[in-house]
């Protein structure tokens, strides 16, 4: 059987912990070990420069612990959290973990979670064919080029779907949380009831991300700090 191979990095502070990790990893057909790191600190740097599918993190680590780091990732790939604290599992779930692996955990339970990170992924746009979605919108369901979306709005159990071009979004009954699991990293959410592409925007103005003159959006005090790393990777300084 083929499988699409999908790129993962295994963080932990315990080299026996990493190990087995990684020999886990090593064992399923379809994950590929891009790096392996003992610190959130090391993730981090690998992360500036590369891009990942999926990440295995420990949560307890010295001087960034994994749910901190994860929070702090502008454009966080899939996560599977691992602990030997079982207490984590309700915030682990928070960041939108994909899993969480409480230690000492075996073979299976770590094939069970990626075969999850393998389904989730099976779902995000990743090629030219895979480049829209399909919404339903009252009795019609249109067809809408991902690209073309320059935010997203909620609005009670509804979405509001604002396109280029279009002077009315299209309006859907859908959450946030499924509308940003099947779109691509180049959207944002940068606020409790905002979605954003990234590539519209055209200017920051202190807590508001500005698409034209006349849209303006808010940052969330929550979104501030992850929105702010990814600012800060691509502004250039001198």
């Known amino acids: 059987m083929a499988y699409h191979s999908l790129s993962c990095l295994a963080i932990d502070d315990e080299p026996l912990a990493l190990q087995q990790l990684v020999a886990y990893i090593n064992k399923v057909p379809y994950l590929t070990l891009a790096a392996q790191c003992q610190s959130a600190l090391e993730a981090r740097a690998f992360l500036a420069h590369d891009t990942v599918d999926a990440i295995f993190c420990d949560i307890n680590m010295p001087d960034l612990n994994g749910m901190d780091f994860v929070k702090s990732l502008a454009s966080p790939p899939l996560v599977i959290f691992t602990t030997a604290y079982s207490e984590y599992a309700v915030e682990g779930f928070r960041v939108n973990a994909v899993d969480y692996l409480l230690k000492p955990f075996g073979l299976q339970d770590f094939q069970r979670a990626a075969e999850r990170i393998r389904e989730r992924i099976t779902t995000l746009p990743s090629s030219a064919e895979d480049d829209s979605l399909f919404l339903k919108a009252d009795s019609r369901i249109v067809k809408v080029n991902i690209a073309d979306i320059r935010y997203i709005e909620a609005m009670s159990e509804y979405l509001k779907v604002w396109i280029d071009a279009q002077p009315k979004p299209i309006i859907t009954l859908l959450s946030m949380k499924k509308m940003e699991e099947r779109l691509p ?27 034209d003159p006349q849209t303006e959006l808010p940052i969330g005090d929550l979104y501030k700090e992850a929105f702010q790393t990814y600012l800060d990777s691509r502004v250039l300084l001198k």
């Not at 009831?193 to 103005?205: A, F, M, T």
């Open 185 to 211: 990293r180049s959207f944002m959410r940068i606020h409790r009831s905002y979605i954003v592409n990234l590539n519209k925007i055209q200017e920051v103005n202190k807590n508001r991300v500005v698409l």
